[in-house]
């Protein structure tokens, strides 16, 4: 069967490691026909927006997309790619697993395997952000969360904790300072957790659980929780298992549309430098190929990467204690791509 995905390159180091994701899809077998489309700073240049409405077009038809990191200038310029996508598409559940791979440098655990489920449209994203006086003396930004937002995305924990056989459900929040916003998701994870007695449910105040994921991150399992949050928690447990280069996701919603891409962002200075680890967007390839249906390829990803970084002769600079031994964006995906194609033909 072949599929066709929309490939979304993205600005600074996205056209070198999505390349490399793109790589090692092939090896797998899976015949995958790539409809490339460009936003960002390149379509803000040329089309005068960084989100051309053929890119929306194209994920609408082909439903599944690969995405690069998308450069978000700070304070000023056009507002976040990533929060209009995920929003026009309704893309309301961003899944990001943290998994130990052995073998990372200076990784303080060796058993990490949650994942986060984070609010995605609303929250203190919602886009309604403003100075409160001309002088500018103040500003606020409203934090929404609505009964409806919250009921899916708690639901979709659930759901997706009981088809991938995960034992627990942890919901964070700060509904003791927070008591409407977050007073309201608490509630409503509490009644929803009555519809699953086969999944353990439990909450955590967001300070707490910062704490507890640096002590006892093996203790979680699948947590979810608002859009801020999510955002924060999903980098520290990143940090957790090697940072940010082995930090994929997946941005789903109702099934009209799936975006899979890296946590990480752009990098802009290392752009064109062959340097960073591509990591993160071959494993967002890998949940992408879970996705579309083609589970054993895209286990054969993870266990590829298990094995290159067990094996440590070709990993990037953020993965190895010595980075003089470092190898580079190309040599990683080849020996990916290759170990791939040795797993699959065993
Ligand atoms: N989904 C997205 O498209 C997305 C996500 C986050 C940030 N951004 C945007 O990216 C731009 C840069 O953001 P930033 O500098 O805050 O964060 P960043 O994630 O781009 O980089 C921060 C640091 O993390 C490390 N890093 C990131 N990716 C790595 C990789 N693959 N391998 C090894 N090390 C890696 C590097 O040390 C880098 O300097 C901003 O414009 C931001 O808005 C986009």
Redesign the pocket.
Known sequence: MSYKVTLIP?D??GPS?VEEAVKVVEATGVEIEWEVKEAGEGAMEKYGTPLPEEVLESIRRNKVALKG?????VGSGFR?V?VALRKMLTLYANLRPAITFPGVHGIPFDNIDLVMVRENTEGLYSGVEHFVDEDKTAAESIKIITRKASERIIRFAFEYARREKRRKVTLVHKANILKFTDGLFLEIGKEISLQYPDVEFEDRIIDNMCMQLVKKPYLYDVIVTMNLYGDILSDLCAGLVG???LAPSANVGEGLAAVF??????????TGKNK???C?TILSAAMMLKYLGEREKGEAIYRAIREVICEGTSL?Y?LIENPDKSVGTREIGTAIAQKVKELLNA
Request: charged share 10%.
């Open positions: 993205g600074g180091i490691i990191p998308i450069t978000t200038p976040s990533n940072g940010l280069g891409e890296p946590v990480h962002g752009s990098a802009p200075k290392y960073v680890n591509p993160a990037t953020d």
